[in-house]
C-alpha cells in the first residue's frame, strides 16, 4: 500500500513558477513509475509527466521544455517543477504511483490546485 500526499499548490502569475511535491509512504518507492496528472473543470484528466523507477522521464506536450519532473528515492518524493506558467496550466494536479502491470500496485494522491491568474 503507498500514501501520496501532494503541496506545493497554490497562485500564480503568468510567466511565474511552483514546484509541486509528492511524497509516498508506506511502501518501497523507488520501484514505482511516477506520474503527474492535471485536471481543469470540465476537462478530462490530462498526463503531465511521467518518470520511471529507472529516471526516465517523458512530458505532454503542452507542457515539455517548460516543466520537469525529477525524483528524488531517499527523501520518497517526486518533484514537478512549473516555469512559464500560462493561465491554461491552471488545474487541480495529481501525483500517481504506479508499477506494471497496474494491478500490481495503481496509488493516487488528493491533488493539490494550482492557479495561473493575474
Known amino acids: 500500500q503507498v500514501q501520496l500526499v501532494e503541496s506545493g499548490g497554490g497562485l500564480v502569475q503568468p510567466g511565474g513558477s511552483l514546484r509541486l511535491s509528492c511524497t509516498a509512504s508506506g511502501s518501497i518507492f523507488f520501484i514505482y513509475t511516477m506520474d503527474w496528472y492535471r485536471q481543469a473543470p470540465g476537462k478530462e484528466r490530462e498526463l503531465v509527466a511521467t518518470i520511471t523507477s529507472g529516471g526516465t522521464t517523458n512530458y505532454g506536450d503542452s507542457v515539455r521544455g517548460r516543466f520537469t519532473i525529477s525524483r528524488d528515492n531517499a527523501r520518497n518524493t517526486v518533484f514537478l517543477q512549473m516555469n512559464s506558467l500560462k493561465p491554461e496550466d491552471t488545474a487541480a494536479y495529481y501525483c500517481?504511483?504506479?508499477?506494471?502491470?497496474?494491478?500490481?500496485?495503481?496509488?493516487w494522491g488528493q491533488g493539490t490546485q494550482v492557479t495561473v491568474s493575474s
Open positions: 500517481r504511483a504506479r508499477r506494471t502491470p497496474t494491478t500490481m500496485g495503481d496509488y
